[in-house]
């Protein structure tokens, strides 16, 4: 009886520290999943993205079509101001492609499909990587350029680009001025200096 006595004592003594066990590796487990994760994204593979997709397309086939408008009926100030758009579109994309501007008006394009990818890779802020300036140590940073990016479906395979991007730093935006050639067109178009 003593034997039996002892063996279901030990049973349960066993039993007891493997079960507290579990709860502490539970409990641990739990603790450490419960990091917070940040998706981050380059804003210029983005951009890049975003640009090999129809949209771009179509906001050029709009401001070409404002300005055949403008010059068939001769309105020069209108095809001034057309101009100077175009020229400062452009300028706000080299802006985003080659620097750290803001790509954020672009970003509502895929603004719905942005909750399911956070889900997806279990991240609860997503943002751009230039506009993260500090994040607590205990956080997790995730890059997401890649999935953020294929949310605009664009037209080809941007892989290769996207990492010839990555691979170099940005031009401080700061350094980022217009482009001379872009500034003398306009200047020859409207004979101005």
Known sequence: MKTKTRTIVSIFIAFTIILSAMITFGAYAQKKSGKIKIGTYDSRTIIFA???TDLLKQYLVRLRQKSDSAEKVHDTARIKELSVGAMSFQHLLHLMIFSTGSVASFMKVIKDKLPQLAKTEGVSIIVSKWELNYSDP???VIDLTKQVAALFQPKENIDKMAADI???????IEDFGIETDMLDGYCKRFDEK
Do not use: Y
């Open 50 to 52: 975003w640009s090999r």
């Open 138 to 140: 205990s956080f997790e």
């Open 166 to 172: 990555a691979g170099q730093p940005p031009v401080p």
